[in-house]
């Protein structure tokens, strides 16, 4: 059984029944978001060793968390048995630690955790509340990070707040999105002749780098065209199978990989762009006319993919966001974890990058 389907009945069977007693009438909602394969529907008997089995996130306001949450997680210890649907209440590895805080209450001995949604916000964004996000908090958000707070299951939520908050963050606004693919294909744009370049030079080795980068800047591109959060790299390719533009890149990305020359590196590359952009102007995203060619008379394909930014650029309506760098939104200029995962790092960092 995948996690979220556990996740679910142990809500349905033990914890839910169990609170209307224990707490009889208690608004709440009750979810599994934040952390796990399972929340992508992922998880296999690998992913099990990450706090993997039946757990629930019970959401209550600040007021009803300070009267209710510690003594009911404490008081859940006493009654749960110890195995659910044949999985141990306690997991079977726990390398995270069990909630614990000002709005976070957990046990280690079972999977039951209470919070509150503006601490469960903060914790993923540096942030308390999600109605007046700036396009300048939306660049200085990890995707992995929306797309944890996204996917999961939400199994009950009687004030609608949780479900809001998920709709408010479920993709990225316009103007910030069409800056994001604009800076993709900067980033497509500064290295895409470096692969030819470097193989001519002699380096394979470093072309073989660079074209391999280069596959990860397509893939993250057709997340974006598909308006879709790219998740972190261990399930990027599990992901990126499922978009609809994965059957048409594949092939030309496998190609680039294995290419035993710079030149098919090179050539397989160029198709990929152009394939992405066929794709963003059958959409009427932001469109140009796509021309692959050599660059500027040496012999390695690229795309025109300076005209693709100006397009995007030009497709940002609020003039704040179009005067900004093209430089990126926090994804596009690191792939840190301990930075991605650390939301007031993460703000801090843009605000100095992008002034």
């Given at each position: 059984m995948q996690g979220i389907e556990l996740s679910r009945r142990f809500y349905a069977d033990i914890v839910g029944p169990w609170l209307a007693e224990a707490a009889p009438g208690l608004p709440h909602a009750a979810a599994l978001i934040g952390y796990g394969s399972e929340l992508l529907g992922l998880d296999d008997e690998t992913s099990r060793d990450h706090n993997w089995g039946p757990r629930v996130h019970i959401i209550l306001t600040r007021e009803l968390f300070d009267a209710h949450a510690r003594r009911l997680v404490a008081e859940f210890a006493q009654i749960v048995p110890e195995r659910f649907l044949g999985e141990p209440i306690g997991w079977r590895g726990r390398p995270h630690p069990a909630a614990d805080g000002p709005e976070a209450a957990g046990d280690i001995r079972h999977g039951l955790e209470c919070h509150t949604l503006e601490a469960k916000l903060e914790?993923?964004?540096?942030?308390?509340?999600?109605?007046?996000?700036?396009?300048?908090?939306?660049?200085?958000?990890?995707?992995?990070?929306?797309?944890?707070?996204?996917?999961?299951?939400?199994?009950?939520d009687d004030d609608g707040r949780l479900e809001q908050a998920r709709q408010r963050l479920a993709y990225f606004p316009d103007d910030v999105w069409f800056y994001k693919i604009a800076c993709q294909w900067r980033r497509i744009a500064e290295e895409q002749a470096f692969v030819g370049r470097a193989g001519q030079a002699g380096d394979d080795l470093g072309s073989r780098v660079i074209a391999a980068r280069l596959v990860r800047d397509v893939m993250r591109m057709a997340f974006l065209i598909e308006r879709r959060y790219a998740p972190y790299s261990k399930w990027l390719g599990s992901l990126f199978s499922r978009l609809s533009l994965s059957g048409a890149l594949t092939p030309h990305l496998q190609r680039a990989l294995l290419a035993e020359h710079w030149e098919g590196r090179g050539e397989a590359l160029a198709s990929a762009y152009l394939e992405l952009a066929k794709h963003q102007n059958a959409l009427g995203i932001a469109p140009f006319e796509a021309i692959?060619?050599?660059?500027?008379?040496?012999?390695?394909?690229?795309?025109?993919?300076?005209?693709?930014?100006?397009?995007?650029?030009?497709?940002?309506?609020?003039p704040q966001v179009r005067a900004l760098p093209v430089i990126g939104s926090l994804d596009q200029v690191s792939d840190l974890t301990p930075l991605l995962e650390a939301p007031d790092h993460s703000q801090r960092a843009m605000r100095a990058i992008l002034g």
């Amino acid at each position: 059984m995948q996690g979220i389907e556990l996740s679910r009945r142990f809500y349905a069977d033990i914890v839910g029944p169990w609170l209307a007693e224990a707490a009889p009438g208690l608004p709440h909602a009750a979810a599994l978001i934040g952390y796990g394969s399972e929340l992508l529907g992922l998880d296999d008997e690998t992913s099990r060793d990450h706090n993997w089995g039946p757990r629930v996130h019970i959401i209550l306001t600040r007021e009803l968390f300070d009267a209710h949450a510690r003594r009911l997680v404490a008081e859940f210890a006493q009654i749960v048995p110890e195995r659910f649907l044949g999985e141990p209440i306690g997991w079977r590895g726990r390398p995270h630690p069990a909630a614990d805080g000002p709005e976070a209450a957990g046990d280690i001995r079972h999977g039951l955790e209470c919070h509150t949604l503006e601490a469960k916000l903060e914790g993923s964004f540096a942030t308390r509340s999600v109605d007046e996000l700036t396009p300048r908090h939306w660049l200085g958000f990890a995707e992995q990070k929306l797309l944890a707070f996204t996917a999961g299951s939400v199994f009950r939520d009687d004030d609608g707040r949780l479900e809001q908050a998920r709709q408010r963050l479920a993709y990225f606004p316009d103007d910030v999105w069409f800056y994001k693919i604009a800076c993709q294909w900067r980033r497509i744009a500064e290295e895409q002749a470096f692969v030819g370049r470097a193989g001519q030079a002699g380096d394979d080795l470093g072309s073989r780098v660079i074209a391999a980068r280069l596959v990860r800047d397509v893939m993250r591109m057709a997340f974006l065209i598909e308006r879709r959060y790219a998740p972190y790299s261990k399930w990027l390719g599990s992901l990126f199978s499922r978009l609809s533009l994965s059957g048409a890149l594949t092939p030309h990305l496998q190609r680039a990989l294995l290419a035993e020359h710079w030149e098919g590196r090179g050539e397989a590359l160029a198709s990929a762009y152009l394939e992405l952009a066929k794709h963003q102007n059958a959409l009427g995203i932001a469109p140009f006319e796509a021309i692959v060619g050599h660059y500027f008379g040496r012999p390695f394909a690229t795309i025109n993919a300076d005209d693709a930014v100006a397009s995007a650029v030009t497709a940002i309506a609020d003039p704040q966001v179009r005067a900004l760098p093209v430089i990126g939104s926090l994804d596009q200029v690191s792939d840190l974890t301990p930075l991605l995962e650390a939301p007031d790092h993460s703000q801090r960092a843009m605000r100095a990058i992008l002034g």
